[in-house]
Nanobody, 128 residues
């Protein structure tokens, strides 16, 4: 089993920055993709960013392009989400997730059903 533990959330003002971390432990697989999702109470969990562990390629949802960066530190076993120029609409609980599904060249899984392991979430609140 893969264990994922997120941290780094908090309360920030619009325009500020946060860096979320996801520590990965337990069983790991080279074919995994790692992603970040977010969810507001009573709403659907939505895709934010994904990174393919095989080649490091990334994909972002349109609303965060140019502001967020997903990255990894293999030596530390940690996935990051650097969030800059934060907006109130970025508010939500952020989850780290892992997928074991194989994806063809240029393809990415962005739906929650494709990710089998999830962290507990870390709250991000952006005020005006």
């Amino acid at each position: 089993q893969v264990q994922l533990v997120e941290s780094g959330g908090g309360l920030v003002q619009a325009g500020g920055s946060l860096r979320l971390s996801c520590v990965v432990s337990g069983r790991t697989f080279s074919d995994y993709s790692m992603g970040w999702f977010r969810q507001a109470p009573g709403k659907e969990r939505e895709f934010v960013a994904v990174l393919k562990l095989s080649d490091g390629s990334t994909l972002y949802t349109d609303s965060v392009k140019g502001r967020f960066t997903i990255s990894r530190d293999t030596a530390k076993g940690t996935l990051y989400l650097q969030m800059n120029s934060l907006k109130p609409e970025d508010t939500g609980s952020y989850y780290c997730a892992a997928s074991t599904r194989y994806v063809g060249a240029g393809g990415y899984y962005t739906g929650t059903s494709a990710f089998s392991s999830w962290g507990q979430g870390t709250q991000v609140t952006v005020s005006s």
